[in-house]
C-alpha cells in the first residue's frame, strides 16, 4: 500500500517525458569547466598552517623576516614556480629533479614531488631521494600538501605519511575506509598544519595530532571538511554554509570548490560560479582582484600579502596558453610573471600537489 | 575526454534523462526548471566522469550533483518556499476528494523549504535510505530524521491528521 505522499510525486513525475537535453552543449561546458577545475578542486591541497580550535597566538620576532606562527612552522616567502618535464623553474633557475614530475609542492626545506612511477621524492639542494610511495592516486585531487616544512600523502597501503624534511622525521596513521557510502569518497590529507593534519575519509573529516598521534573525527560539533586551515583561521565546507571559523567567531562565506588561505589567515582566494576572487576571510568581503584577463584564479600564496595567479583569455573558440601573475592582495593589482605556458594543462605542472593529465 | 568515455557518457545520459528529470521536477517545482537542473547535473556529472569509473558512481554522482544544485539555486536565489511555481493542478470538473488531496499535497510540497522538500524526494521518491540520502544531501543522517520529520509536520499540518501521508510500511524510519 502506497501513501498519499508517494502517490503524489509519483503522479506528478509521471507526467513529465524525455527533457529536451542538448548533449553538445553539456560536452562543450564540460569540457569548459574541465580546465578550470583541475587547478580549482587541487587548490585545497595547498600550503596550510594554523592550530586546531582557535588560540591563534602569533609567535612573530620582529627581527625575524620570516616570521614564525604559533604552530612553530616558518612563513618563508616563496617564489613562484612551475614544473615541466623534470624540471622546476624557479625565476631565471630551472632545478633538475631528475625524473619527471607528476605534482609537486614547495616546503620550507625544499621541493618535494610525485612521479611517474608514483614515487614520492624530496629535492633538497640538488639532491633526489625517494622517500614514500602514493597510493593510486586520483587524477584532479591533492596527492600533496605542505606546510613549512612538512609535507603529507597517502602512501602505499592507505598510511597517511606526514615527513618533516628539516628533520627527517616521519609520522604515520591509517587512513580508514569504513563507513564511505558508495561514490567518489577518495581518503585525502585536506590541509596541513605545522603540529596538525586534517584528514577527509570514511570517518568524515579528521584532526590528526602529529605529535601525540591522537587522531580525533572532527563533529557532531562541527563536523564539516577543513578546506584549507592558517594560523587560527579553518575554512570549512558544508552546513548551514562554508564559513572561516576564527578563534573569535565564524564568518560565511560561498565557494564552490576550493579556498586557499594567506599563512595568516587574513585573506583567501577562492573561486565561485566558474569565476575565481579574492576575499578578506575575516568579513568574507570580495576584494579587487585586476587581473585584467579573461579568467584568473589565485592558487599560491607566496607570502601574508602576495598570491600566484594563473589567467587564461579567450582565443577563438577556445582558450590560448595559461600565464602566471604575481599579486597584491592589499590592493587587487596584479603583475605578470610568467608570460606563456605550455598551451595544455599536463604539459606543466604547478606547486599545488596536483597532477594536471593531459586530456585525451 | 576520451571519445570511448564520451560513448559512455552518452548512454548514460540517454539512459537516465528521464528519470533524472521527473526527480528534478519534484526538487524545484518547474519544468523548465527542471530540465535545466538535469542539464546542469549532467554537466557537472560530465566532468567528473575521469574519476567516476563505473555507472553506479556516476549514476549517486548525478543524482547528488542535481540534488545539492538545486538547494544552492534556492539558497542563492533566495527562493524558497517562496518562490511561485508554474503549474498548480487544475482540478476541472471530474476532480473527487482524491483529487483534491493530491492537489493541496503537491502544493504543499512546493511550498516547503527545499532542504525538506529534498530530503522528502530522496526518501520516498528514490527510495533511499537515510544514509544514502545524508551522503547526497552532504550531511548527517540526524539531519535527514529532522528535516523528514520536520516536513512530515507541515505537510499534516497542512492535510489534517485524516490524510495518510505514509503507508505503515512507508512509515518504517521516517
Do not use: F, H, M, N
Given at each position: 500500500m502506497t501513501g498519499k505522499l508517494i502517490e503524489t510525486m509519483r503522479s506528478q513525475a509521471g507526467e513529465l517525458g524525455s527533457p529536451a537535453l542538448d548533449l553538445d552543449s553539456i560536452v562543450h561546458e564540460g569540457d569548459r569547466r574541465t580546465r578550470r577545475r583541475r587547478l580549482a578542486v587541487v587548490a585545497v591541497g595547498v600550503v596550510g598552517a594554523v592550530v586546531l580550535g582557535g588560540a591563534a597566538v602569533r609567535l612573530v620576532d620582529p627581527g625575524d623576516p620570516e616570521g614564525q606562527v604559533a604552530d612553530g612552522t616558518t612563513q618563508r616567502p616563496h617564489e613562484l614556480s612551475y614544473a615541466t618535464g623534470s624540471r622546476i623553474h624557479v625565476g631565471d633557475t630551472d632545478l633538475d629533479a631528475g625524473r619527471p614530475i607528476r605534482a609537486y609542492v614547495e616546503t620550507d626545506a625544499g621541493y618535494v614531488f610525485s612521479s611517474t612511477d608514483l614515487g614520492v621524492y624530496t629535492l633538497i639542494d640538488g639532491e633526489t631521494a625517494r622517500v614514500g610511495t602514493l597510493t593510486k592516486p586520483v587524477d584532479d585531487v591533492p596527492e600533496l600538501v605542505a606546510d613549512g616544512s612538512r609535507v603529507g600523502w597517502l602512501d602505499a597501503d592507505d598510511l597517511y605519511k606526514v615527513r618533516d624534511l628539516a628533520t627527517g622525521e616521519v609520522v604515520e596513521t591509517p587512513a580508514n575506509h569504513e563507513?564511505?557510502?558508495?561514490?567518489a569518497v577518495s581518503a585525502s590529507i585536506t590541509a596541513l598544519d605545522g603540529a596538525t593534519a586534517y584528514l577527509f575519509d570514511g570517518r568524515g573529516p579528521v584532526a590528526w595530532d602529529l605529535e601525540s598521534g591522537a587522531v580525533n573525527p572532527r563533529g557532531p560539533a562541527d563536523s564539516r571538511r577543513v578546506v584549507d586551515a592558517e594560523d587560527g583561521v579553518l575554512l570549512v565546507e558544508g552546513e548551514p554554509s562554508d564559513a572561516v571559523i576564527t578563534s573569535t567567531g565564524s564568518v560565511p562565506v560561498q565557494i564552490d570548490d576550493f579556498a586557499n588561505l594567506s599563512p595568516d589567515g587574513h585573506y583567501a582566494t577562492t573561486s565561485r560560479d566558474d569565476t575565481g576572487f579574492l576575499i578578506d576571510a575575516r568579513t568574507g568581503e570580495r576584494l579587487p582582484f585586476d587581473h585584467g584577463h579573461d579568467w584568473a584564479i589565485g592558487y599560491q600564496w607566496l607570502t601574508d600579502g602576495t598570491f600566484a595567479a594563473m589567467v587564461f583569455d579567450h582565443e577563438g573558440d577556445g582558450w590560448g596558453k595559461p600565464a602566471l601573475l604575481t599579486c597584491a592582495a592589499a590592493t587587487g593589482a596584479c603583475e605578470t610573471?610568467?608570460?606563456?605556458?605550455?598551451?595544455?594543462?599536463?604539459e606543466f605542472q604547478l606547486p599545488i600537489g596536483v597532477a594536471f593529465v593531459t586530456e585525451g | 575526454m576520451k571519445a570511448r568515455d564520451q560513448n559512455a557518457f552518452a548512454e548514460f545520459a540517454a539512459g537516465r534523462a528521464v528519470a533524472l528529470h521527473r526527480a528534478a521536477y519534484l526538487l524545484v517545482g518547474d519544468r523548465q526548471l527542471a530540465q535545466d537542473l538535469v542539464q546542469e547535473a549532467l554537466t557537472k556529472t560530465y566532468v567528473a566522469?575521469?574519476?567516476?569509473?563505473?555507472p553506479g558512481n556516476a549514476e549517486a554522482y548525478c543524482r547528488k550533483a542535481m540534488t545539492t544544485t538545486a538547494i544552492s539555486w534556492f539558497r542563492r536565489k533566495g527562493w524558497d518556499n517562496e518562490r511561485p511555481t508554474e503549474t498548480v493542478p487544475e482540478l476541472g470538473h471530474e476532480y473527487d476528494d482524491a483529487s483534491a488531496q493530491r492537489v493541496t499535497l503537491w502544493q504543499a510540497l512546493l511550498e516547503l523549504p527545499v532542504r525538506q522538500r529534498a530530503s522528502l524526494v530522496l526518501r520516498f521518491y528514490e527510495d533511499l535510505t537515510e544514509a544514502q540520502t545524508a551522503d547526497v544531501m552532504g550531511c548527517a543522517v540526524g539531519t535527514v530524521k529532522s528535516q523528514v520529520s520536520a516536513a512530515l509536520k507541515k505537510l499534516r499540518d497542512r492535510l489534517g491528521d485524516d490524510v495518510e501521508l505514509l503507508s505503515p510500511d512507508e512509515m518504517v524510519g521516517a
Open positions: 563507513g564511505v557510502r558508495g561514490s610573471t610568467v608570460r606563456q605556458l605550455p598551451a595544455e594543462l599536463g | 566522469w575521469p574519476r567516476l569509473r563505473d
